[in-house]
């Protein structure tokens, strides 16, 4: 079993920025693919940023959206998973979910809720002036 733990969220003016983290425990976070969601209200799940291993590291990749503003890091050593957002949007609100899996899917498939396998409680991100 994994367990994700996020760190708070908060509220944000446009322009601003945060920083989320996500504690990894019950698995080491260096044998897991790892990602982050978000949730807008009424709105369905939103593949975020992950970490997909290739080769002898990892890859990173990115929904169009966050693209050139959001920046997920990772610390194998601190078991933790980060996602530094900047330069936030009105559009960017909603919970934000770490997500976790032991599978290699490939890039496109790893966008999609059914290729996590353990998931955070979430954290809610606003962004309003």
């Known amino acids: 079993q994994v367990q994700l733990t996020e760190s708070a969220g908060g509220l944000v003016q446009p322009g601003g920025s945060l920083r989320l983290s996500c504690a990894v425990s019950?698995?080491?976070?260096?044998?897991?693919?790892m990602a982050w969601f978000r949730q807008a209200p009424g709105k369905e799940r939103e593949f975020v940023a992950a970490f997909r291993r290739s080769g002898g590291g990892y890859m990173t990749y990115y929904g169009d959206s966050v693209k050139g503003r959001f920046t997920i890091s990772r610390d194998n050593a601190r078991n933790t998973l980060d996602l530094q957002m900047n330069t936030l949007k009105f559009e960017d609100t909603g919970i934000y979910y770490c997500?976790?899996?032991?599978?290699?899917?490939?890039?496109?498939?790893?966008?999609?809720?059914?290729?996590?396998?353990?998931w955070g409680q979430g954290t809610q991100v606003t962004v309003s002036s």
């Open positions: 019950g698995r080491a976070l260096i044998n897991n693919n």
């Open positions: 997500a976790a899996s032991s599978s290699n899917y490939p890039s496109g498939y790893m966008r999609r809720e059914e290729a996590w396998d353990y």
